[in-house]
């Protein structure tokens, strides 16, 4: 981990240029390295089991030691989450559960064809008294009183993944409700 | 909590890329971060993605036994990498003695023909 800090100041692209050009393991060992935690977390999100996320995170080092393909990545991190999501995936299809939830999931977290476009506060405000209670106290706290998560949690009682969970939920019907406006 | 020079230190990789970075990512596990921090990171937790899910994951279990993972999940990976170019390192080498004994070939063979083209005139 202590040879990773010295190249903070390199991106990702930076990084993987390097390894292109050296073909050296080292350089890709630096940039998988940087998302050893984030991997994990994915991989126990899916899998809710230590050991088994990390033979997931194992998988996914050594698949991109040996099989990273040749073709520029232009987002490596977007390009690694792909990868775990779908090991997982793969691996609880294999266990015979069911994936339908996460795929579901997915799709929604897919959905970034959003265009900005002109809003009226009065349109953002209508369309946030629209959303349920929760959500709309979870976004007016986060986002217009710029409270922490924790102090959201001490002021309302939801726990930590309802609080995320709100504000993710609230965003995504805040901007389908916004949409929905704009087309009228 | 950490100092902000430290936080600000921790902003250095995830600036030159889109995200969090782990060590970001632990230290406000741990509730290492001040309120500036905390809440750059709890805004990136709103968006749906990578670093969205990984909390999810990662909240199942203390941040200490993360931590553990984690470092031996980059032992690991360290101990792969190098037996990777120990490995290349070994054929690169292989190649070299290859090269030295072709040449040492061919200029004995070079001598005899030069030594029999010589003698025969």
Redesign the interface.
């Known amino acids: 981990?202590h040879r990773q800090q010295t190249y903070?100041?390199?991106?990702?692209q930076e990084l993987l240029a390097k390894f292109s050009y050296s073909k050296?393991?080292?350089w890709?060992?630096i940039l998988?390295?940087?998302?050893?935690?984030?991997?994990?977390?994915?991989?126990?999100?899916?899998l809710?089991n230590?050991e088994e996320?990390?033979d997931a995170?194992?998988y996914v080092?050594?698949k991109c030691?040996t099989h990273l393909p040749n073709e520029p990545i232009n987002?490596f991190?977007?390009w690694?989450?792909i990868l775990m999501?779908n090991h997982c995936l793969q691996h609880l299809r294999d266990k015979g559960l069911s994936t339908t939830e996460f795929t579901e999931a997915i799709d929604?977290?897919d959905d970034e064809d959003y265009n900005s476009k002109e809003l009226t506060l009065q349109e953002m405000e209508a369309a946030l008294e629209e959303l349920n209670e929760p959500q709309k106290t979870s976004i007016e706290l986060?986002y217009l009183k710029?409270m922490?998560?924790e102090q959201i949690i001490a002021q309302t009682g939801y726990t930590?993944?309802q609080v995320?969970s709100y504000?993710?939920n609230g965003?995504?019907n805040l901007k389908l409700l916004l949409l929905k406006k704009l087309n009228k | 909590m950490s100092s902000p020079n430290n936080n600000n230190?921790l902003w250095?990789?995830s600036e030159?890329?889109?995200?969090?970075?782990?060590e970001l990512?632990?230290a406000y596990l741990e509730g290492k971060l001040d309120?500036e921090n905390?809440?750059k990171v709890?805004a990136m937790?709103?968006?749906?993605?990578?670093?969205?899910?990984?909390?999810?994951?990662?909240?199942?279990?203390p941040t200490q036994?993360?931590k553990r993972?984690?470092?031996?999940?980059?032992r690991?990976?360290?101990m792969?990498?190098s037996k990777?170019?120990r490995k290349k390192a070994t054929l690169s080498q292989l190649h070299i003695i290859t090269y030295i004994i072709l040449i040492l070939v061919l200029v004995i063979v070079a001598f005899f023909v030069y030594k029999h083209i010589a003698q025969s005139h």
Do not use: C, P, W
């Open positions: 981990m903070n100041h390199l991106s990702d050296d393991n080292y890709l060992g998988l390295q940087r998302y050893t935690a984030l991997l994990l977390g994915v991989a126990m999100k899916y809710k230590k996320a990390e995170v194992q080092f050594m030691l987002n991190k977007g690694l989450y999501r929604a977290a986060f710029k922490s998560y930590f993944m995320k504000i993710q965003k995504r | 230190n250095q990789h030159s890329n889109s995200g969090l970075s782990d990512l632990l309120e905390k809440r709890e937790l709103s968006n749906e993605g990578m670093e969205s899910d990984a909390i999810d994951g990662l909240l199942q279990m036994q993360t993972s984690v470092d031996k999940l980059n690991q990976l360290a792969a990498m990777k170019r």
